[in-house]
């Protein structure tokens, strides 16, 4: 019985996983683009050890960093009013109206941001500009809040999952020993809600590294280490697509094993 | 690069061998060409550039599809390409049946064995195809040809004629001083770098560029310097044409590097968008459809390639893309009587300094005995400029 699905997980996924890795170390023929069968170390040391791709890879961590804090920023008072101080009727509600966004397309809200953010110019720009009169047009910060917005209810839903299991009973004696409502914020819901955070955190964090349609369409000319992955692989040059994998997948895996640390997989 | 050179010398000896004991065998490719096609099989699948398969969905007036089905019975399957690189991608799949190649593609396409040469006897209206498009170095090998030419044209400097003066030279793409830094619109691809060399062309002299495809390393060197100087000037770098589309009717770009097809939809809902070329020079494609060498439906490949360059649909395509026709006769069909002379169609100067999209390779293209940069070096080197 179980033997099937564990066929499948090793077969077609980690599988592919391995051809995929094995592929960078393939030599390509510069004119048909195609990979030879000759073997290589050359498509790694491109990837790993020129100046611009790490520039790159540093500027593609810190804008999902910052897109993960943003969503944590936004879900914590978000989730606490939700399960705290929303009347019961109201709470399933609200939690279906801000999950709601999900049932719409990608490229449907990647679009509608554009919208949003798109610069002052010839025909007067997009609704930040008509108004309130000024857009920070695109780049770093329509990337940022974009991801945030895409990947919020992935960060909402375990965090409202983690102040549903705070027991009362510490809030009240936290109250009982003297601490003001921001003290048991820091010293009481906060250390219990860190799992909580740290599983949201792993589906924003991962989604907003491995974005390049986003950045396309609201990163003006701002570029993150999916675009050259996407760039290289229709260039087409395979193997040295295969080699820049690598930074997602290694950056990911020290990921993980940080956020398991933090109990991230207790709350799945 | 060597072991290619021992390889080519390699089959080289093997093909004198075989000329010397056989005579009469014309060769592997062309013996296996068609003799004459069957039935269509119902369906065709096409990779193409935007706006050359067109079935009334875009605009019910453009449609050279619905007849094609109707006469032929092949459903009409089309993927939108949006570079060289992608459709080179694409064919390799296998997935598709015939495609749309520019000259940066046909090369490769050709090496890797991904599309298969064509017997033009199966396909009448190749007759009526312009003789100076005909058996081309980025369409046939060895005198046989290996798809059919479709149209040609420049890429075009689009801008906004409410955002100020139009421009004039490829200068206005590259110069700090521009009067549209800061919104300027740039292909996302390395074959851009071309236009970079043409900048060079006009600026430099002195770098003795004569082909933007065969650049040395010094060469290859100050195109990639006037890029990096570019970069502080540029508002969007596009690989979807329908991005570039987008911010110039919005006003957010007011020029750009752009193709005819994007300037008629943008003007189409901002009438300030126009589009020009390049005193300069240009960049340009000469396309041709190709079937691919693991085609699944290879009659209806051959119907498609028949009617694509016939005059009606020829025509039609060349209006709505912003092309030269490829077939002599499309000329008498246009909706716009000026059509061909309006793109040049027949006119050999007007092609003198548009320079086809083509594969750079290590041999220099321009026949210099010097070492140029090949592709490889281009996506590489393009990737780290926009890293």
């Known amino acids: 019985m179980v033997s099937g699905p564990v066929l499948w997980l090793v077969v077609v996924y980690l599988g592919s996983l391995a051809l995929l890795i094995t592929s960078a170390f393939f030599r390509l023929d510069d004119f048909t683009g195609k990979s030879t069968s000759e073997w290589t170390l050359a498509n790694l040391d491109e990837a790993f050890t020129t100046g611009a791709y790490r520039t790159l890879v540093v500027r593609s961590v810190l804008i999902a960093a910052a897109a993960t804090a943003t969503c944590i920023a936004v879900a914590l008072p978000v989730a606490f009013y939700i399960s705290r101080l929303a009347r019961p009727w109201a709470k399933r509600g609200l939690v279906v109206a801000l999950t709601i966004p999900l049932w719409a397309g990608y490229l449907v809200k990647a679009y509608a941001l554009r919208a949003i953010f798109e610069p002052g110019g010839a025909n007067g720009g997009g609704f930040l500009n008509s108004v309130f009169g000024g857009s920070p047009g695109f780049g770093y910060t329509a990337t940022i809040v974009t991801l945030a917005y895409l990947w919020f209810p992935y960060m909402l839903l375990p965090v409202y999952t983690g102040f549903e299991r705070l027991p009362d009973s510490l809030l009240d004696a936290s109250g009982d020993l003297g601490a003001g409502t921001l003290r048991t914020f820091r010293s009481v819901i906060f250390p219990l809600l860190i799992p909580s955070i740290a599983a949201g955190s792993i589906f924003t964090f991962s989604l907003s590294l491995g974005d390049y349609i986003t950045v396309k369409v609201v990163g003006g000319t701002t570029q993150m280490i999916g675009n050259i992955i996407e760039r290289t692989l229709l260039a087409p040059n395979q193997p040295l697509a295969a080699a820049f994998t690598l930074w997602p997948i290694s950056i990911m895996v020290v990921y993980l094993v940080v956020m398991s640390r933090l109990g991230a997989f207790k709350n799945l | ?387």
């Not at chain 2, 570039?244 to 590097?257: K, M, P, R, V, Y």
């Not at chain 2, 006769?329 to 092609?351: F, I, M, Q, R, V």
């Open chain 2, 1 to 387: 690069m060597k072991r290619a050179r021992k390889v080519f010398t390699l089959s080289a000896v093997a093909l004198l061998t075989l000329a010397a004991c056989g005579g009469d065998d014309e060769g592997g490719s062309s013996s296996d060409l068609p003799k004459e096609l069957g039935e269509g099989e119902g369906a065709v699948n096409l990779v193409a550039w935007a706006g050359y398969v067109e079935d009334g969905s875009t605009d019910p007036a453009v449609d050279w599809v619905t007849s094609f089905e109707e006469e032929t019975g092949c459903e009409v399957n089309v993927k939108i390409g949006n570079t060289s690189d992608e459709m080179v991608e694409l064919m390799q799949s296998g997935e598709y049946d015939a495609v749309s190649a520019s000259g940066d593609a046909t090369l490769r396409l050709i090496a890797g064995g991904d599309v298969a040469p064509v017997n033009t006897d199966l396909i009448p209206n190749y007759a009526d195809v312009f003789d100076d498009l005909k058996n081309k170095p980025w369409n046939s090998v060895d005198g046989v040809a290996y798809g059919v030419p479709h149209g040609r044209g420049a890429n075009v400097l689009a801008y906004n004629s409410e955002a100020g003066p139009a421009p004039t030279s490829i200068k206005d793409m590259f110069d700090p001083a521009s009067p549209w830094a800061g919104q300027i619109s740039v292909y996302d691809s390395p074959i851009y770098i071309a236009d970079a060399a043409i900048y060079l062309m006009a600026t430099q002299p002195e770098l003795g560029i004569t082909d933007p495809y065969a650049l040395d390393a010094d060469q290859f060197a100050a195109a990639i310097e006037a890029l990096k100087t570019q970069e502080s000037i540029v508002g969007q770098y596009w690989s979807l044409y329908t991005d570039q589309q987008a911010s110039l009717e919005s006003g957010s770009i007011t020029l750009g590097t752009s193709w005819q097809v994007i300037v008629n939809l943008a003007s189409a809902n901002a009438p300030a968008i126009m589009a020009t070329k390049a005193e300069d020079g240009a960049t340009g494609w000469s396309d041709t459809w190709m079937i691919s060498s693991k085609a699944k439906h290879p009659n209806c490949a051959y119907k498609w390639l028949n009617h694509i360059i016939s005059p009606q649909a020829n025509a039609g395509v060349a209006e709505w893309f912003g092309e030269a026709p490829s077939n002599s006769k499309s000329c008498d069909l246009t909706a716009d009587p000026n059509h061909c002379s309006t793109y040049h169609a027949g006119e050999t100067e007007y092609w003198e300094n548009v320079y086809y999209w083509t594969t750079p390779t290590e041999k220099c293209l321009d026949g210099r005995d010097a070492k140029c940069i090949p592709y490889t070096e281009w996506v590489n080197a393009w990737n780290e400029l926009r890293a």
